[in-house]
């Protein structure tokens, strides 16, 4: 069956250092992966889109790669702040109108 | 412009009773899709609109189900609730037009279901 992992479900990090989130998923061939950031209480926020043929997307301190021979895209938050503190969810496109969630990373920046 | 709007935003309902919720999109927006979170299922898709139409459906009962409306517009109904049903019930607005194409998502703040 189709499946979206998201290896940790928390990680704290330092401020001031790279944090890295990875998700996985099988038995997809999606043209598009999205990144999502969710504060408690709120609903998902869009990030980053990345499609199939692009290795590499970056916005500000954000990166996401994506590799569909290893079926894994990594979301690094470079510089960390405290406010970057929250759950991130990756999402890919299954099938025609409809998106897979995986059950997000709970990110806790350390001041 | 205007974000996602979603009413009620709190909710509590007993065992058996249904409810409606609903989501208002960005001006602009033609696609509405419905999500489920809970703590341990993450969310869920529910199913997703456009013009009127529901082009994809996620797999839940037929409990569930939903309706747009020509103002784009959507509604989720859910009847003879469940405690299983409580959750934060989200929807999503895209332009959605493009066929094979990947939309950014706009969320609402979502409805709080309980069901006691």
């Known amino acids: 069956s189709q499946k979206i992992e998201q290896n940790s479900e928390a990680l704290n990090i330092q401020e001031g250092k790279t944090a890295t989130l990875t998700c996985n998923y099988t038995n997809y061939s999606p043209a598009y992966l999205q990144w999502y950031r969710q504060d408690p209480g709120r609903g998902p926020v869009f990030l980053l889109l990345?499609?199939?043929?692009?290795k590499e997307k970056r916005k500000e301190r954000l990166k996401v790669t994506f590799d569909t021979t290893l079926k894994q895209s990594l979301f690094h938050i470079t510089a960390s702040q405290p406010a970057d503190s929250a759950t991130y969810l990756c999402?890919?496109?299954?099938?025609?109108?409809?998106?897979?969630f995986g059950t997000g990373t709970r990110l806790k920046v350390l001041a | 412009k205007a974000g996602v709007t979603q009413t009620p935003r709190y909710l509590i309902k007993t065992r058996g009773q249904q409810v409606t919720l609903s989501c208002s999109p960005i001006s602009g927006h033609r696609s509405v899709s419905w999500y489920q979170q809970t703590p341990g299922q993450g969310l869920q898709f529910l199913f997703e609109y456009f013009s009127e139409t529901q082009r994809n459906k996620g797999n839940f009962p037929g409990r569930f189900s939903g309706r747009q409306f020509s103002n784009s517009r959507s509604e989720m109904n859910v009847s003879t609730l469940e405690l299983g049903d409580s959750a934060l019930y989200l929807c999503?607005?895209?332009?959605?037009?493009?066929?094979?194409?990947?939309?950014?998502?706009?969320f609402g703040p979502g409805t709080r279901l309980t069901v006691t």
């Open positions: 990345i499609r199939e043929n692009e």
């Open positions: 999503a607005s895209s332009l959605g037009n493009l066929v094979g194409s990947s939309y950014e998502q706009y």
């Open positions: 999402a890919l496109r299954s099938g025609t109108y409809k998106y897979i």
